[in-house]
């Protein structure tokens, strides 16, 4: 049986090199084409099939450029993952955080009613909403206020879209206060972890990200 030369296998993952403004064109890239899939009827349901590879692709790509890497980054990327998904756990079934909400089918495989996906996009929403607000020398409290204001913000632009293409659902189609409310408790204790675990650097890469984001989920509201 053959086995892997660790050096080999090291030096054919340093050729797999991306620069940053080649990341920045290829996320610029995918929202674009997303949003003209999306936005045209005949191609809307083979681009929502793609939206989990989207998310995954995304936080590849956000991460691959994360210089710093330490056990407690680490530590605190699985606490943002498996902290968001089981809120929303609890939030989907006794609605007593985010309001009387259900998911639907895009987002995928789902674990007591939550995709697994959730994680990833609570992790894509947190780091890009740092990112953000690190190019900034702020204070800690309006770092991490910004920050959280940042990750609200997204949500408010993302809910219409989500009801529309089946990413999740509210009774009466009506996204209460309580969900904005739970939205901001929530990112202000992630926000609070990440800037105090100093285990974060500023990238252009997730910046872009986030007004892809933006930007993407406005468009989608126009068409």
């Known amino acids: ?53 989207h998310l995954i692709a995304n936080l590849a790509l956000v991460l691959y450029f994360h210089r710093i890497w330490t056990k407690i980054f680490l530590a ?7 902290a968001g998904f089981g809120i929303e756990v609890i939030g989907v079934q006794t609605q007593a955080i985010f309001g009387n909400y259900w998911y639907k089918t895009t987002l995928g495989y789902k674990i007591w009613g939550v ?18 607000v ?6 800690t409290l309006l770092h991490i206020l910004l920050a959280t204001l940042l990750t609200v913000g997204l949500d408010v632009l993302i809910e219409p879209i989500a009801i529309r293409f089946d990413f999740w659902d509210w009774a009466e ?23 105090f675990s100093k285990s974060f650097q500023a990238s252009k890469v997730a910046v872009t990200l986030y007004l892809c984001e933006i930007l993407f989920f406005l468009m989608l509201q126009i068409f």
């Open 134 to 139: 690190s190019f900034f020398k702020l204070p």
């Open 76 to 82: 605190v990327c699985l606490f943002v993952m498996l």
């Open 173 to 195: 189609g009506v996204v209460p206060l309580q969900n904005y409310i739970g939205w901001a408790g929530t990112a202000f204790v992630f926000h609070i972890i990440f800037t």
């Open 115 to 132: 995709p697994l996906l959730i994680a990833i996009n609570w992790l894509i929403v947190i780091y890009t909403s740092q990112a953000v």
């Open 1 to 53: 049986m053959k086995t892997i030369n660790k050096k080999s296998y090291s030096n054919l993952f340093l050729k797999i090199k991306l620069s940053e403004k080649h990341a920045i064109f290829l996320l610029i890239a995918m929202h674009l084409v997303g949003l003209a899939g999306l936005s045209y009827e005949h191609t809307r349901s083979i681009f929502l099939s793609l939206v989990p590879f």
